[in-house]
């Protein structure tokens, strides 16, 4: 009783502020920030999410399905972003070895991490020579890649 002048004013905005989420609908999709902070990003959630809650926006909205549908999105096969945990599963994988950029990994992450992060040390040190400059790189050995 007490909540429903709050929801008649959250309605009058339209959809700028929907309720929902509840129920016998769709929750808000859980799901982690791939590029941001991840070192093994298949995908990143943020469009993925965005676009697949456009769709079902109006089962968020309604309690019109026979029971809650919990969503999640993982990045990657880590699955950090609860996947495990839930009705629908989308999940990022990984289909081809990574692509070294000498020009700009140095400068996107941290070397010690990304080969750290191979589980099968496909990743290893390396040295480039960019704009006549050796510089600090990694290297693929694609025959050790899971991809």
Same mark, same amino acid.
């Given at each position: 009783?007490?909540?429903? /002048? ?17 129920g016998?609908?769709v ?28 769709e ?32 629908i ?8 070895? /990574? ?12 070397? /010690? ?11 290893? /040190? ?9 510089i600090?790189?990694v ?5 050790r890649?899971?991809?």
């Amino acid at each position: 009783a007490k909540v429903q /002048p709050l929801l008649d004013t959250l309605a009058s905005y339209g959809n700028k502020y929907p309720v929902g989420g509840t129920g016998a609908g769709v929750t808000n999709i859980v799901h982690t920030q791939g590029w941001v902070h991840c070192h093994t990003p298949a995908t990143d959630a943020s469009g993925v999410v965005k676009a697949v809650m456009d769709e079902l926006f109006d089962y968020f909205t309604s309690m019109t399905l026979p029971a809650q549908v919990r969503i999640a999105l993982a990045c990657c096969l880590n699955m950090c972003g609860a996947v495990h945990a839930s009705d629908i599963a989308i999940l990022g994988i990984h289909r081809k070895p /990574p692509m070294i950029d000498h020009n700009r990994i140095s400068g996107v992450c941290e070397l /010690p991490l990304a080969i750290a992060s191979c589980p099968l040390g496909a990743v290893k /040190p390396a040295k480039a020579e960019v704009n006549g400059k050796e510089i600090k790189t990694v290297k693929v050995t694609v025959e050790r890649c899971m991809f």
